[in-house]
């Protein structure tokens, strides 16, 4: 069993033509539940500088979303913990939508609630560059949590949705944890300490979320795993860092599949040669399950209970 916390599949079919069920790319739905994939975080995402071009393109997305997996009998969309259950016991890959940058809300956080009836139960609320809302880590000058970014979280709250901090600069994730009480995670990012990328989180970074019983989702794009090497021997070096700082127990999986175009797997149907490599380097049958699904479920559940 494999739960993972961060793919960007839905904005890469939206711009081909095929599904989600079946595609080229790093994942779908029959190859991820082959591999023993059973619950996958689905990002919405565009590139697009204009406000209400994103809008529309991340609009499109949640309409094919929710259409081909009315399609599927295979996976369903959950959002909440009894959803969730419904999914693991009926086996079918339980999905769950996620906004990667808040910036198709413009300015406005009070659209927040709309998309929480449209299915979506996460927002990231900066991609790598500012928004109205927070700073992105790979701007030049990351500005500090906003105003309207404080009335985000507060929708979020009321909401009951999952905060996710990958992509946000320093200042905003402190400031966003302090603000925020609902759960919270960072869905793919690595360990600073181990690759010294901006998009990875430095050790305070990492023991900050874990006193909020945020989990943080181990990434496999190469430049975040190490820049001379990168294979997933490092990759389990991040994991390591990590349960080592902080404890396993905060450490899972967010593979940015289809979010590069080469990732450390080739795609989701190679996802135990990670585990095979966990077992290879002393993880006991216990840890092995942390990491790739325990945390994360244990994680979801909480955060999906109303
Ligand atoms: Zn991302």
């Not at 985000?152 to 999952?162: A, D, F, H, T, Y």
């Amino acid at each position: 069993m494999i739960i993972d916390l961060h793919c960007d599949t839905l904005s890469r079919v939206a711009e081909s033509s095929f599904g989600l069920a079946q595609n080229p790319f790093h994942f779908d739905i029959a190859r991820a539940r082959a591999a023993g994939i059973k619950a996958q975080l689905f990002a919405l995402f565009s590139h697009n500088q204009d406000n209400n071009m994103v809008l529309r393109a991340i609009l499109r997305q949640i309409a094919a979303y929710h259409v081909q997996l009315q399609a599927a009998a295979a996976a369903r969309s959950v959002e909440t913990a009894d959803d969730l259950a419904a999914a693991l016991s009926q086996d079918q890959l339980a999905c769950i939508l996620h906004l990667e940058g808040a910036d198709a809300l413009g300015k406005d956080a009070a659209l927040w609630p709309l998309f929480h009836r449209l299915g979506v139960r996460s927002l990231g609320l900066t991609w790598n560059y500012n928004n109205a809302f927070a700073g992105g880590v790979l701007d030049t000058e990351p500005t500090a949590l906003s105003p309207v970014g404080r009335r985000l979280l507060l929708e979020l709250e009321r909401s009951r949705s999952i905060l996710d901090l990958a992509h946000v600069a320093e200042k905003s994730y402190y400031q966003a944890l302090e603000r925020f009480s609902g759960p919270v995670m960072v869905s793919h990012a690595n360990a600073y300490a181990v690759c010294r990328h901006p998009r990875n989180l430095n050790d305070r970074q990492i023991l900050a979320l874990a006193e909020r019983e945020g989990i943080v989702g181990i990434n496999l794009v190469p430049d975040f795993v190490c820049a001379t090497q990168p294979d997933l021997d490092r990759v389990v070096d991040h994991i390591d860092h990590i349960a080592s700082l902080a404890g396993i127990r905060y450490v899972a999986l967010g593979s940015d599949f289809d979010g590069a175009d080469t990732l450390l797997l080739g795609g989701v149907e190679d996802y135990r040669e990670l585990e095979i490599c966990l077992k290879t380097r002393g993880f006991s049958a216990q840890e092995c399950a942390a990491v790739m699904h325990d945390n994360a479920l244990a994680f979801l559940t909480r955060a999906l209970s109303a």
